[in-house]
């Protein structure tokens, strides 16, 4: 049996080994210094190649920008973004505001205001004026019906004084007909809206609205009819106390109509205002 002699080892092998490793000891240390420059694991980390949870080396120049970027955006993610209709501030800022609640006198105000409306928002604006405008003569339905007495038998006024009595079953949409305190059987005073203070006309527009939610106490099954008027007291409300910017009100009237039956309709209320963000679960 003849045996193949092995082949002769070439010549020149032990230096090319000796080159291969010295390229790839070439290579790890490129690699471990590309790896220690911030600014380059900052781009791997946005195109997903550094996987590592390690802080970054921070770069003098670069560090105490990365570090006000991140906290911006934790900031910019962790605050909710607002629940509900709302408007930019500016244009809130510019909504007439009746002092006597009478919309409908305000035409050509309200025609400019809803000019600066943005077109996506401009159904719901106007549907919201439209509510606004027919409140001052369903509060004075609601007036004629039953007299409105204060707790403390006194009427607040835009200049600061205070008159005793309550107000009659005969005041009308122009004139609040007051029964003094202790005055003459059958004497009436007269006063226009705009000398009631909006501190009182809020009071009676939400003692008319809080008799009605009272009634409900007790009741196991409650009509949806009933509901929904007690929804629209509410809508009428709170809608007031928005446009007229009463912020305290609002919270008020908002956390009153949460812990009602009508709760469940938060979304539809939802399409005319925007939910305090204190009351956001």
């Known amino acids: 049996m003849k045996y193949k002699p092995l082949s002769p080892v070439k010549k020149g092998f032990p230096w090319a080994l000796t080159y291969a490793l010295l390229i790839m000891v070439a290579l790890c240390l490129a690699a471990v210094l590309l790896f220690r420059d911030a600014r380059v694991q900052k781009k791997l980390h946005r195109a997903g190649m550094l996987k590592s949870n390690r802080p970054l080396a921070v770069d003098p120049e670069q560090g105490n920008q990365d570090i006000l970027a991140a906290e911006s955006e934790t900031t910019h993610t962790g605050n909710s973004a607002p629940v509900g209709f709302s408007l930019p501030r500016h244009i809130v800022m510019m909504r007439p505001r009746p002092q006597d609640y009478d919309f409908k006198a305000m035409r050509e105000q309200l025609r400019a205001y809803m000019d600066m409306i943005p077109p996506e928002n401009k159904e719901i604006e106007r549907e919201r004026i439209r509510y606004l405008g027919s409140y001052k003569d369903y509060l004075v339905s609601k007036m004629q019906k039953l007299a409105y ?133």
């Open 149 to 281: 007495t204060p707790e403390d038998d006194n009427l607040l006024l835009a200049d600061g004084r205070r008159i005793q009595g309550s107000i009659t079953v005969f005041s009308n949409a122009q004139t609040l007909k007051i029964r003094l305190k202790n005055s003459k059987k059958g004497s009436l005073a007269e006063l226009k809206w705009n000398e009631l203070s909006q501190e009182e006309f809020f009071k009676i527009a939400h003692s008319y609205v809080r008799r009605q939610a009272d009634s409900l106490m007790g009741h196991k099954i409650i009509p949806a009819t009933r509901l929904n008027e007690i929804f629209d007291e509410y809508l009428y409300l709170i809608l007031l106390a928005d446009w007229y910017q009463k912020d305290d009100l609002l919270r008020q009237y908002c956390r009153e109509f949460s812990q009602l039956p009508i709760a469940e309709k938060k979304n539809e209320l939802l399409n005319y205002i925007q939910w305090p963000e204190q009351l956001q679960p």
